[in-house]
């Protein structure tokens, strides 16, 4: 049996997304006689896959603009796309939502002539093969029309949050086509399962959750012991994080207590420059900010290691399930969040607080001063994070289920 794995980017070195994949094809390779891993896009130093796994470039290469134009003009006689216009009237005839039609059906289209042609190359039957994509984009519904002409061909897709939520993020053509055809559509957390199972009620008994995870970091973070309030927070700098909000915030609990020293790092994001220059110029002479950039997950977990971390703070306005997040309580760090997505699953009780959705900077100032005033109570915290990446985010479990379900796909 051969797993065909599509992705964004990986195995390129540069993909975020290795932070998963690269655990979880290792676990799959033990279940699949040849995994070939395809991704959309993505260059430079390809990262080094375990025996049996191959990278297939040939198919990003096949997403060059002229060809997306012609694929796109293709697509443009399928039945399927008249279908999905009608169910989204009015909407439908936005020049916005007609441009990421287009643009959604090349890319499913030139997924769809590449992956047939594949398997025609190689003289692969359809029944020897599962398709798993791991975001649901227009790649899942190019394999999907492959499996219309091909039934024996086993279709599932992992879907997390920018590629799961619609009314966040685009809408998302074909979606009830794409789904008829899965035979499993496994969302990152159970929330997003809802959502599904809500939005689509008719094809419930495709939906699963499949959580990811981070490995053992091989440790524990410490806690400060000089009173100082040292914060981490990771994540790109976008909208959508809003590390705008949580200087905010950070600068407003160093005003309203001016005796307590704040240190705050923030790991990743283009824009360091900018926030350095920000707290050089904002924060009073009793916090400091500092922005060290992207940094590998082992790098970043040795440094959560080695270095006090009192509190990880995630102000997103939406999220799916934050690797940042795991990474933070596999070390036992506790974490406030905003109370969106899957943020509100790995943040409890036990392992630290939530915020509302679209917190205040004194709401998020406040918050933080209790992680202050709260010492014993935080050391609780502590292990409540590390219990909670043991019992639902452990890599090792998670992708051993994960692989297991696929075997029973394959089975069909």
């Known amino acids: 049996m051969i797993l065909f794995i599509f992705t964004n980017s990986y195995p390129h070195k540069s993909a975020a997304e290795q932070t998963f994949l690269s655990g979880e094809v290792k676990i799959l390779r033990k279940y699949f006689e040849r995994i070939v891993v395809c991704p959309q896009a993505g260059d430079g130093i390809l990262l080094p896959l375990p025996d049996g796994v191959e990278a297939d470039l040939s198919f990003k290469k096949s997403f060059t603009a002229v060809k997306r134009i012609f694929a796109g003009m293709s697509a443009l006689f399928m039945k399927d796309l008249y279908a999905d216009i009608w169910n989204r009237l009015p909407g439908s005839f936005s020049i916005i939502y007609l441009k990421k039609l287009f643009s959604f059906l090349s890319g499913a289209r030139l997924t769809q002539v590449w992956f047939e042609s594949r398997l025609k190359r190689e003289r692969i039957p359809a029944s020897d093969v599962i398709c798993y994509t791991y975001w649901f984009t227009e790649v899942t519904t190019g394999l999907a029309w492959v499996k219309h002409e091909l039934p024996a061909l086993r279709l599932i897709s992992r879907a997390h949050g920018y590629d799961l939520y619609e009314e966040l993020y685009k809408p998302w053509p074909l979606r009830p086509f794409s789904i008829s055809l899965l035979d499993g559509l496994f969302a990152d957390s159970d929330i997003g399962t809802a959502y599904l199972a809500e939005k689509y009620p008719q094809f419930k008994e495709r939906y699963k959750t499949a959580l990811l995870g981070v ?132 943040v409890q009780e036990r392992n630290g607080y939530l915020l509302s959705e679209n917190p205040t900077p004194d709401e998020i100032a406040d918050a933080l001063l209790i992680v202050c005033d709260n010492r014993e109570e935080i050391l609780k915290k502590r292990k409540g994070s590390r219990a909670v990446w043991q019992e639902r985010y452990n890599e090792t479990t998670n992708f051993e289920a994960f692989a297991q379900a696929l075997v029973e796909i394959r089975k069909r």
């Open 215 to 346: 490995p053992e970091p091989g440790g524990v973070s410490q806690p400060s012991t000089d009173g100082v309030l040292r914060i981490a927070s990771c994540s790109m700098i976008n909208p959508i994080k809003r590390i705008d909000l949580l200087f905010a915030g950070i600068l407003a609990a160093a005003r309203k207590r001016k005796d307590q020293r704040i240190e705050w790092t923030h790991f990743g994001g283009a824009e360091r420059q900018r926030f350095t220059e920000r707290v050089a110029k904002e924060f009073p002479s009793n916090a400091k900010g500092s922005f060290p950039g992207y940094q590998t997950q082992r790098h970043l977990i040795q440094t959560y290691l080695n270095a006090p971390v009192d509190v990880f703070v995630n102000v997103s306005s939406t999220e799916g399930t934050p690797v940042s997040i795991m990474e933070a309580v596999s070390c036992g760090i506790p974490v406030l969040a905003t109370a969106v997505g899957g943020n509100v699953e790995i």
